[in-house]
């Protein structure tokens, strides 16, 4: 995945056709953190910060549940993602990279938690069973993704 | 020129007035700390940019607070109401950062 140009409104990136295929399996992964895994607060329980669990999951659910639904429809509008030559152009607004930030974080972190949430991810080699390799997979081509992403937004 | 009388307390106050916090009184105190928490996963670049579209920070002030999440572990982002404090948890959240609000003691 390439950084092309901003224009009009809109980044532009060029995809391998594999690359194509990656981000869309990886959007259909979305949500993977599950929702008991964040927490309001570190510190003793009390009525108030349980009454903020539930309303921060429950924000949190329909949020998600909006996310899912906008990246979802800007994918699948057949504007955004076109075959181009051999390859594939990706053409998103700011806002929409904010969405697709969203969701390829989501499926990064929620691959470190089915991976027992490693505190190495430079240890080579992860000493994985092999169910898990396709989290180990995910969580790095998000991470890719997520760079070339976060450099557009800079350039 | 009278002086002003200090008055003595006393010792013991009676209770009058003293209420279990609610938390509609605790929505209006600006007494909880929103924090984030390092972890080994979240990019660096990353954690910058939502301190930036979350907060409106500039770059700079958002690096600062994520080299101090990376570096000590964690960083003391805002201090609010318990209100202020739940939106920008959740927005945090929204981004998977490890993020929760805390009261300050």
Request: a negative charge; proline letters at 4%.
């Amino acid at each position: 995945m390439k950084f092309l140009q901003f224009s009009e409104g809109r980044f532009q990136f060029r995809l391998e056709t594999a690359e194509r295929d990656m981000l869309l399996q990886i959007i259909e992964r979305y949500p993977l953190i599950p929702a008991a895994y964040h927490r309001a607060s570190l510190g003793e329980s009390t009525r108030e910060l349980e009454a903020t669990q539930k309303l921060l999951e429950e924000a949190l659910e329909g949020q998600r549940q909006e996310t899912r639904r906008q990246i979802k429809a800007v994918i699948e509008a057949g504007d955004r993602l076109q075959r181009k030559g051999r390859g594939w152009v990706l053409s998103l607004g700011r806002e929409e990279i904010q969405w697709l930030l969203q969701v390829l974080n989501d499926v990064r972190v929620g691959s470190w938690l089915i991976l027992g949430q490693p505190e190495e991810l430079r240890e080579q080699p992860l000493k994985l069973a092999e169910d898990k390799l396709p989290f180990l997979w995910a969580m790095e081509v998000c991470g890719y993704f997520q760079m070339t992403l976060l450099r557009a937004l800079d350039s | 020129m009278a002086a002003i009388e200090t008055p003595v307390l006393p010792d013991t106050l009676p209770d009058l007035g003293r209420k279990e916090k609610t938390r509609e009184h605790l929505e209006h105190e600006p007494g909880y700390l929103v924090i984030c928490w390092n972890d080994p996963v979240n990019l660096m670049d990353y954690v910058t940019r939502v301190f930036q579209t979350v907060f409106g920070w500039p770059r700079q002030k958002a690096e600062h607070h994520m080299m101090q999440v990376h570096r000590e572990g964690r960083s003391v982002l805002t201090r609010e109401t318990l209100e202020k404090a739940e939106h920008y948890v959740h927005q945090l959240q929204s981004y998977s950062l490890h993020a929760t609000l805390e009261r300050d003691e």
